[in-house]
């Protein structure tokens, strides 16, 4: 059973929407969750989300965390061709592991 | 920024045949490397956790004898795929974290494509 899940899994929107992309777990015990964003190679690190309700920011890309409701959100205002991606969440587990588990992601497409 | 780079990228062998993949951390020391694959359209599933000069610490599933992990040096990490089969063609991404860094500074390779006939 996935312990960490994103939906949608594929998005198409057209330029200039906002999109929110969501990320839910269920592991209760860990230390941070992060977004990357894949494109044709490997994962770019985004944001790193440790306390619950404290939001992340990044030009247009912005993220939160809710450690009650045990999920957290991307959302991308004005989206862009560049946008085109796939997001991806992931769980750092407790102390002293650095292993991280990955959803399976949001497949992002921006169309003109 | 911390770079990581992968050799090679893109590499078609034959089924049987043993393929070796290098993770090098360019500009820092990486003291903990990771090695991840991705089949198509899922994410990226952890394979191994290698820290200079021990021996790597394999996950639930994988097998240790077929994926060969080297971690000989603080800037070099090798993943050999032995006796490979085309069930083992995948997206194969090392990541790697530094001393003294933070947890969430993992820096991802570009990934090696395995192709096998």
């Known amino acids: 059973e996935d312990k960490v899940v994103q939906s949608p899994l594929s998005l198409v929107v057209h330029e200039g929407d906002t999109v929110t992309l969501n990320c839910s777990y269920e592991?209760?015990?860990?230390?941070?969750l992060l977004w990357y964003k894949q494109e044709k190679k490997a994962p770019t690190f985004l944001f790193m989300l440790?306390?619950?309700?404290i939001e992340k920011k990044s030009g247009r890309l912005s993220s939160i965390l809710d450690k009650k409701e045990l999920f957290s959100i991307l959302n991308i205002t004005a989206t862009q061709t560049g946008d085109s991606a796939v997001y991806l969440c992931?769980?750092?587990?407790?102390?002293?592991?650095?292993?991280?588990?990955f959803g399976k992601g949001t497949k992002l497409s921006v169309i003109p | 920024g911390a770079v990581v780079s992968q050799h090679p990228s893109w590499v078609i062998c034959k089924s049987g045949t043993s393929v070796k993949i290098e993770c090098r951390s360019l500009?820092?020391?990486?003291?903990?490397m990771f090695w991840y694959r991705q089949f198509p359209k899922q994410s990226l599933m952890l394979m191994a956790t290698?820290?200079?000069?021990?021996?790597?610490?394999?996950e639930q599933g994988v097998e240790k004898d077929k994926f060969l992990i080297n971690h000989a040096s603080l800037t070099l990490s090798t993943l050999t795929v032995t006796s490979a089969h085309p069930e083992d063609s995948s997206f194969y991404i090392c990541?790697?974290?530094?001393?003294?860094?933070?947890?969430?500074?993992?820096?991802f390779g570009p990934g090696t494509r395995l192709t096998v006939t």
């Open positions: 500009d820092f020391q990486a003291t903990t």
């Open positions: 290698s820290n200079e000069g021990s021996k790597a610490t394999y």
């Open positions: 440790t306390s619950s309700g």
């Open positions: 592991v209760t015990n860990f230390r941070s």
């Open positions: 992931a769980l750092v587990p407790g102390a002293g592991s650095y292993q991280l588990t």
């Open positions: 990541s790697a974290r530094g001393s003294g860094r933070s947890f969430y500074e993992q820096y």
